[in-house]
């Protein structure tokens, strides 16, 4: 098993084609990551904005 793992990475390394599509295929998969996390949280501070905050909770966030 070690033995094609080591073959699929030299081959990875030493074509560039192959290289340039992984690098670009988990850039692509961080930006999404990346990309969801910050807009769902961008989203909810929004909502939460939005809705307003009950006077219970901004009462307490003043006091503290």
Known sequence: ML???????????TDR????????GVTAL?????GARES???????VERWLGTPSLVSLHRTCV
């Not at 084609?17 to 670009?24: D, H, I, P, R």
């Not at 961080?30 to 990346?34: A, E, R, S």
């Not at 769902?40 to 929004?46: A, L």
């Open 3 to 13: 033995t094609h793992t080591g073959t699929a990475t030299l081959e990875l390394l």
């Open 17 to 24: 084609n192959k290289l340039l599509t992984a690098v670009g």
């Open 40 to 46: 769902s949280r961008v989203v909810g501070s929004t």
């Open 30 to 34: 961080f930006l999404g990551i990346y």
